[in-house]
């Protein structure tokens, strides 16, 4: 069975590992439960980590020369 938060886009994913957090704050869930959350979440923040990460080698700047001409560079932080 494929994981249900695999096909998540980062906005997506982010907005279910915000609602997660919010869940665990209330403490209204069982242990069982809060786990279950936390690992939900730990597996979220992954993806959205490697999402970023694949999204920053895609980024590209385009700079204007003095020429007028534009170029186009890769990201640096």
Do not use: H, P, W
Not at 5 to 26: F, G, Q
């Amino acid at each position: 069975m494929q994981d249900k938060n695999s096909e998540l886009n980062l906005e997506d994913a982010m907005k279910r590992l915000e609602k997660i957090v919010e869940t665990l704050e209330t403490g209204d869930k069982t242990l069982e439960e809060s786990i279950e959350l936390f690992e939900e979440g730990m597996k979220l923040s992954n993806m959205c980590y490697k999402l970023l990460e694949s999204l920053e080698e895609r980024i590209k700047v385009v700079m204007k020369k003095e020429s007028g001409d534009y170029e186009i560079e890769n990201f640096e932080e």
